[in-house]
T-cell receptor, first 116, second 115 residues
Framework: GAVVSQHPSWVICKSGTSVKIECRSLDFQATTMFWYRQFPKQSLMLMAT?????????EQGVEKDKFLINHASLTLSTLTVTSAHPEDSSFYIC????????????FGSGTRLTVV | QKEVEQDPGPLSVPEGAIVSLNCTYSNSAFQYFMWYRQYSRKGPELLMY????GNKEDGRFTAQVDKSSKYISLFIRDSQPSDSATYLCAMSLSYSGAGSYQLTFGKGTKLSVIP
């Protein structure tokens, strides 16, 4: 139980295009979803917090118009990187808090984005 | 001072060794402490979690929290090559209420267990 399915696992896109990353909670309802970015050899950096049915909360320095987050249902949250540039190349991971089967946070498997 | 400090390593040990991984933190309000294991190009997976101070054991893994020293540890006994991964410590203020879900991560320690 408590699985977060994240797609795609990797994507290569051209500079200037947009990319959508999906995270689905498969067997539980995720009222909150965290979106992280991880650069090589760096820790996970929280980008934004999405809550079902309301606007996402962005961390300082994260452009909300560039990283569009939608949490339209209790099982789906999406991150769209708009007008992607090479500096947006990174590993993006979503995470949802869970209570069962364990008290913690379930992570998606991550999306490696490469912008060329 | 960063909120959570973790030596990034890399740490290389022979198979069967006892591994000690540590984090220090500055925010005394943290209450929940977790260790995650992250394999290359994968999302982190939860290994252990503890609430407040104390020890918790699960198989070859033992997590320790010393809130008075703001220091947490993860011990791996009889380490195996399959334990080779990056280990991230994480902590949160509480588990209820808006805004309290956020995790603060350490940088992660890369561990290699050599056969």
């Amino acid at each position: 139980g408590a699985v977060v399915s994240q797609h795609p696992s990797w994507v290569i896109c051209k500079s200037g295009t947009s990319v959508k990353i999906e995270c689905r909670s498969l067997d539980f309802q995720a009222t909150t979803m965290f979106w992280y970015r991880q650069f090589p050899k760096q820790s996970l950096m929280l980008m934004a917090t999405s809550n079902e049915g309301s606007k996402a909360t962005y961390e300082q320095g994260v452009e909300k118009d560039k990283f569009l987050i939608n949490h339209a249902s209790l099982t789906l949250s999406t991150l769209t990187v708009t007008s992607a540039h090479p500096e947006d190349s990174s590993f993006y991971i979503c995470s949802a808090p869970t209570i069962l089967p364990f008290y913690g946070y379930t992570f998606g498997s991550g999306t490696r984005l490469t912008v060329v | 001072q960063k909120e959570v400090e973790q030596d990034p390593g890399p740490l290389s040990v022979p198979e069967g060794a006892i591994v000690s991984l540590n984090c220090t933190y500055s925010n005394s309000a943290f209450q929940y402490f977790m260790w995650y294991r992250q394999y290359s190009r994968k999302g982190p997976e939860l290994l252990m979690y503890t609430y407040s101070s104390g020890n918790k054991e699960d198989g070859r893994f033992t997590a320790q929290v010393d809130k008075s020293s703001k220091y947490i540890s993860l011990f791996i006994r009889d380490s195996q090559p399959s334990d080779s991964a990056t280990y991230l410590c994480a902590m949160s203020l509480s588990y209820s209420g808006a805004g309290s879900y956020q995790l603060t991560f350490g940088k992660g320690t890369k561990l290699s267990v050599i056969p």
